[in-house]
């Protein structure tokens, strides 16, 4: 599956954005989907994951109620909506797919990042 993630730009604090993961493939309905964030200088961290059946969720605390993750299987498309956006939450986002069901193992596929930058 090839991932292609949009939707970043600049934001003011406390705005919001909403990031798009467009998938190619049939298979994607049957992958568990995720986003990543790396911010300057720092390593890549977890930021969301939405199972196949969307039955299942898991966010970082850093974004718990502040963030949503959503899939339309019809579009092949994951989400990620961003509120009460910080200027911490600045970096760059990256979509992930993996075939398995277990949300914090491996992703093989990933995305070209897209840059959240959040202005104070």
């Known amino acids: 599956v090839q991932l292609q993630a949009s939707g970043g730009g600049l934001v003011q604090a406390g705005g919001s954005l909403r990031l798009s993961c467009l998938a190619s493939?049939?298979?994607?309905?049957?992958?568990?989907v995720a986003w990543f964030r790396q911010a300057p200088g720092k390593e890549r961290e977890f930021v969301a994951a939405c199972s196949s059946s969307r039955e299942n969720i898991l966010y970082a605390d850093s974004v718990k109620g502040r963030f949503t993750i959503s899939r339309d299987n019809t579009k092949n498309t994951a989400y990620l909506q961003m509120n009460s956006l910080k200027p911490e939450d600045t970096a760059v986002y990256f979509c992930?797919?993996?075939?398995?069901?277990?949300?914090?193992?491996?992703?093989?596929?990933w995305g070209q990042g897209t840059l959240v930058t959040v202005s104070s």
């Open positions: 992930a797919a993996q075939g398995g069901a277990d949300m914090s193992g491996d992703y093989g596929y």
């Open positions: 493939g049939r298979a994607f309905r049957y992958y568990t």
